[in-house]
Structures are given as C-alpha cells and as structure tokens.
C-alpha cells in the first residue's frame, strides 16, 4: 500500500462514519464577530486529537490555534532529546479507533509490515511526522502562529480569547468552549531550583525544555541535574552533538528503575481512572511521583556507552556557583566545574502561574480546597493541582467563579491528579479524548437546552404520508377512526 492509497482509505473511512458532514450545534450570533463552539488552545497531538473527537461528534465549528510554526507543535522537533518515544509501539491514541488513522498504517503505507515488525520504538521524529500526516489528511482547522494571551469571560456565556502572533488576523475570538490542550508545561511552568536562577548567569545553564546551543558546547564539560528519562535523553544527545563530558547527578541513591505507567496500561487504572475515589486518585498519584519515569533500558545504554558519560547517585546539588565563568557545583560527594548546566528537574503545576487564566484562577478550585489527605500522606505538589471534572472542566472553589469557569477545559498535565495519565500522555489519549469530547458536547447541549426542547415540541415535519385508512377500503363507520392502545 502506498500513502496515497492510505489516503484514500481514510477518506473513504471517514465516508462510512459520516464525519464532518454537518454541524450539530445551533448557530450561536453575536454582533461583535464570529463565536466559535469550541477553541482549542494548542496544535500538538492533543489538540489534533481533540479536533478530529469533535468533529466525529459533528462539533464542526472548531478552530485549533498554537503559537508554533507548522511542523515544531509540541516537543518533538523542539526540545525532546530522545531517540525514540518511551511509549510502546502497539498503543494506539489520537486514531480514536479508526484502523488507517494508526501510526502503524501510516508506518507500513511507506515502509512495509516487516519494518513495523523490526520497529522496537517508534522514532520521535517520524512520530512529528505522522502528525503532520494525521492533520493535513484529516483537513483540521489549525493556525500557527498565534498564541493566546487572555480568556475573558463574558456574561453572554462566551469567551474571549486575546491573542497575538504573525499568524493572527486579529487581536480577538469568540468561542463558547475553550479547551488549553497545551502539553507538559501548559498547567504551569518549567521548573528551575532557585539556587541556580540566584547565582548563575543566564548563559551557564538552561533547562531541558529550551533551546540549547550544542555546538557552542562541543568538547566542554557538561552537568545534568536530574534523575528522569530526560536527563539521560538530554546526555545521550549532548554526547552525540560533541560535548566532551557528561555527568548525570541523581538525588536519589539509586537510579529510578520503575515505571508505573507499564502497570497502568495494563491493569486498567489509566482508562478507569475516573471511577477512583478522591482518597485513591491522591494515593496514586503520590505513588506515581514516588517512583516518576525513569530512562528506558535502550536509552541509558545509548548514555553510558559513551566514553564521556558519568553518573552520580546519592548526590543532589547543595551549592552551586559562579567562578572565572564556570559553574561550580557542591554535592555531598564532592566538587565539580563545568562549563555549562542542563536541568532536568521538571515542571511546577499551578494555575496561578498561567497568564492566560489571571482573570479566572483564583476561582479555580485546587486538589487542596477538595481533599483533605492525612498528614503522612499529604503532598505540597499534588494539592497545588487543579480539582478537575472526569469531563476535564474546571471547578469553582465558589460561587461567583462558576459562571466565569464554566466552558474552559484544562486538557494539559495539569489534569494529572483529577483524570490521571491522560492528556499529556500517549497511553491515555485515545481514553481521554472521548472523555473530554464528551464532556463538551454534553455541556454545548445543557447550554442550549430550551432552545432545543422548544424546537423538539413545535417539530410537526410530516414524514408519514400514507393516509389511513385508504378511502377504497372503507366500508362503514368502524373504518373512519385508526385507534392505538397503549400495551397494559
């Protein structure tokens, strides 16, 4: 099969499913412009799988926006470092079930079943390029360069979307249902320890999710903090791009060696989630940061192997410094210079930390105004976490936010704790984003419930045309009237 035989397929697909064939949600006017059902913030695999699981829900006036360039949406052509996704091959996501929508048709349209076969992981950067297969074949209505500034709600029951970038023709939309399928980072903010902000220079250090000059570091020494699969992504890269030496600090005293998302493929936890207590979800999710995601097997082999790789358990950094414009940094182990620090110490969730949402965030209800967990087991990181509806929604902590809230979906990491591994992560799209869609339709319906009622009481189009009885067949005064009794 080539891929335009593929393409076919899909279209042909699509045909039998009837997607895209109308538009199911009354028209909503304003005189201030066009309002769309629904907006989503954001161009990556998320935000294209939510575009195609609205418009199977014929949810068709949609616009996806991100402020990327075409073809750099999300991480893969951007700041992740690995090799290959971490995700087993065989999981499907954004197809939402639809055989020739899987990367594996894609894979083998062009390459051949028995190179799916040889396939061990699916490489990153043919995981970018599938998704720009995925949303070209697909037609999804997508704008780069345009990101987004500001949601205002209004009393009219929509948002307003502030945005700005080359690829905006205004400064302004208007969607009833917004939903921020921003990625990793779009709950908060990427997280550097204040020890290294407050004494470093900016140019001796960045965190893995920046741009990184690795030709500027080509035979230098270098030092990742971190014990995740991106820090030992990031040192494999930095080797392979001519960095001399690369030394890995973990805090911990051994190497992170499980990975709980394995267990939660398999036992059901990730598309059951929802069905959890507060109690439980809490109890995972601490168990789940216990353990974070360690470096796959193949991935640390591909560091080590280097003969300029090190690593250091048992040794978190306890001072770091400037000297002669070199990072000097102090573990319990001993001193180190290097030229350059990448940190690999993750990312902070908060809404407060999202400009988008400063005029809606003190409203949004947190994991600590809902649950509150004994004190061994309470944990500062969980409870700064959103407190979000199975359907994704955010929740008002009172009264007043509700109406603020109401139509703005958190579709990012920081669903992590309320939903689980879902909107962030491959192993949950294709659970998650049924969900979600779900959870906006229902909502666009409830919205317009007496609109449509009304209309559903005054339908009188006949469909049934045949006359009853038929005047030749009757006969006498029994044959004037068709009488129904409702079965005892």
Same mark, same amino acid.
């Given at each position: 099969?080539?891929?335009?035989?593929?393409?076919?397929?899909?279209?042909?697909?699509?045909?039998?499913?009837?997607?895209?064939?109308?538009n199911?949600?009354?028209?909503?006017?304003?005189?201030v412009?066009?309002?769309?059902?629904?907006?989503?913030?954001g161009?990556g695999?998320?935000?294209l799988?939510?575009?195609?699981?609205?418009l199977?829900?014929k949810?068709?006036?949609?616009?996806?926006?991100?402020?990327?360039?075409?073809?750099?949406?999300?991480?893969?052509?951007?700041?992740?470092?690995?090799?290959?996704?971490?995700?087993?091959?065989?999981?499907?996501?954004?197809d =939402?079930?639809?055989?020739?929508l899987?990367f594996?048709?894609?894979?083998?349209?062009?390459?051949g079943?028995?190179?799916w076969?040889?396939?061990?992981k699916?490489?990153?950067?043919?995981?970018?390029?599938?998704?720009?297969?995925?949303r070209?074949?697909? &037609?999804l209505?997508?704008?780069?360069?345009?990101?987004?500034?500001?949601?205002?709600?209004?009393?009219?029951?929509?948002?307003?979307?502030?945005?700005?970038?080359?690829?905006?023709?205004?400064?302004l939309?208007?969607?009833? %249902?917004?939903?921020?399928?921003?990625?990793?980072?779009?709950?908060?903010e990427?997280?550097?320890?204040s020890?290294?902000?407050?004494?470093?220079?900016?140019?001796l250090?960045?965190?893995?999710?920046e741009?990184i000059?690795? *030709?500027?570091?080509?035979? %230098? %020494?270098?030092?990742?903090?971190? @014990?995740g699969?991106?820090?030992?992504d990031?040192?494999?890269?930095?080797?392979?791009e001519g960095?001399?030496?690369?030394?890995?600090?973990?805090?911990?005293?051994?190497?992170?060696?499980?990975?709980?998302?394995?267990?939660?493929?398999?036992?059901?936890?990730?598309?059951?989630?929802?069905?959890?207590?507060?109690?439980?979800?809490?109890?995972?999710?601490?168990?789940?940061?216990?353990?974070?995601q360690?470096?796959?097997?193949?991935?640390?082999?591909?560091?080590?192997s280097? /003969?300029?790789?090190?690593?250091?358990?048992?040794?978190?950094?306890?001072?770091? %410094?400037?000297v002669?414009?070199?990072?000097?940094?102090?573990? /319990?182990? @001993?001193?180190?210079?290097?030229?350059?620090?990448?940190?690999?110490?993750?990312?902070?969730?908060?809404?407060?930390?999202?400009?988008?949402?400063?005029?809606?965030?003190?409203?949004?209800?947190?994991?600590s105004?809902?649950?509150?967990?004994?004190?061994?087991?309470?944990? *500062?990181t969980?409870?700064?976490?959103?407190?979000?509806?199975?359907?994704?929604?955010?929740?008002?902590?009172?009264?007043?936010?509700?109406?603020?809230?109401h139509?703005?979906?958190?579709?990012?990491?920081?669903?992590?704790?309320?939903?689980?591994?879902?909107?962030?992560?491959?192993?949950?799209?294709?659970?998650?984003?049924?969900?979600?869609?779900?959870?906006?339709?229902?909502? =666009?319906?409830?919205?317009?419930?007496?609109d449509?009622?009304?209309?559903?009481?005054?339908y009188?189009?006949?469909?049934?045309t045949?006359?009853?009885?038929? &005047?030749?067949?009757?006969?006498?005064?029994?044959?004037?009237?068709?009488?129904?009794?409702?079965?005892?």
């Open positions: 099969m080539s891929l335009e035989t593929l393409n076919e397929q899909v279209r042909t697909d699509l045909s039998y499913l009837a997607i895209g064939d109308n199911r949600v009354r028209p909503f006017h304003q005189p412009g066009h309002v769309y059902d629904a907006i989503i913030v161009g695999q998320s935000g799988g939510t575009a195609f699981g609205l199977r829900e949810i068709s006036n949609i616009l996806v926006i991100d402020e990327n360039s075409e073809g750099v949406e999300g991480p893969w052509n951007t700041y992740a470092r690995m090799v290959t996704l971490r995700t087993p091959k065989h999981l499907t996501s954004i =939402l079930g639809i055989p020739s899987t594996r048709a894609w894979w083998e349209a062009q390459f079943q028995e190179s076969e040889r396939m061990d699916i490489p990153r950067e043919e995981w970018m390029n599938y998704l720009k297969w995925y070209a074949v697909l &037609k209505p997508v704008i780069n360069k345009v990101k987004l500034k500001l949601v205002e709600p209004t009393d009219e029951g929509i948002h307003k979307l502030h945005i700005e970038g080359q690829g905006a023709h205004t400064n939309l208007l969607a009833r %249902k917004v939903i921020l399928a921003t990625g990793i980072q779009g709950g908060g990427w997280h550097i320890p020890m290294i902000k407050e004494n470093l220079p900016r140019h250090y960045a965190h893995t999710s741009s000059d690795f *030709p500027s570091l080509k035979g %230098k %020494k270098v030092a990742i903090l971190g @014990g699969a991106s820090a030992f990031n040192a494999h890269f930095a080797l392979s960095v001399a030496k690369a030394h890995v600090f973990i805090r911990r005293q051994e190497i992170p060696r499980i990975n709980p998302i394995r267990h939660m493929e398999a036992s059901g936890i990730i598309e059951r989630f929802h069905t959890l207590s507060d109690a439980d979800k809490y109890a995972v999710m601490t168990h789940f940061f216990t353990h974070n360690p470096p796959t097997t193949d991935m640390f082999q591909r560091a080590s280097w /003969p300029g790789f090190d690593m250091h358990v048992g040794s978190p950094w306890l001072e770091v %410094k400037n002669d414009n070199q990072a000097v940094v102090t573990t /319990p182990k @001993g001193t180190f210079t290097f030229d350059f620090l990448i940190i690999s110490t993750g990312l902070v969730t908060d809404p407060s930390l999202r400009p988008e949402l400063k005029l809606v965030e003190d409203h949004i209800a947190r994991w105004d809902c649950y509150n967990a004994p004190d061994e087991t309470a944990h *500062p969980i409870d700064a976490h959103p407190y979000l509806s199975p359907g994704f929604a955010f929740q008002s902590r009172d009264e007043t936010g509700k109406k603020l809230l139509g703005i979906f958190a579709f990012n990491y920081s669903a992590l704790i309320s939903c689980g591994i879902s909107a962030s992560a491959l192993s949950g799209l294709r659970f998650s984003i049924p969900k979600l869609v779900a959870a906006v339709a229902e909502q =666009l319906f409830t919205d317009d419930r007496s449509i009622l009304t209309k559903f009481f005054d009188n189009e006949v469909e049934f045949e006359e009853w009885p038929r &005047k030749e067949q009757q006969t006498g005064p029994e044959s004037q009237t068709f009488k129904y009794s409702m079965p005892s």
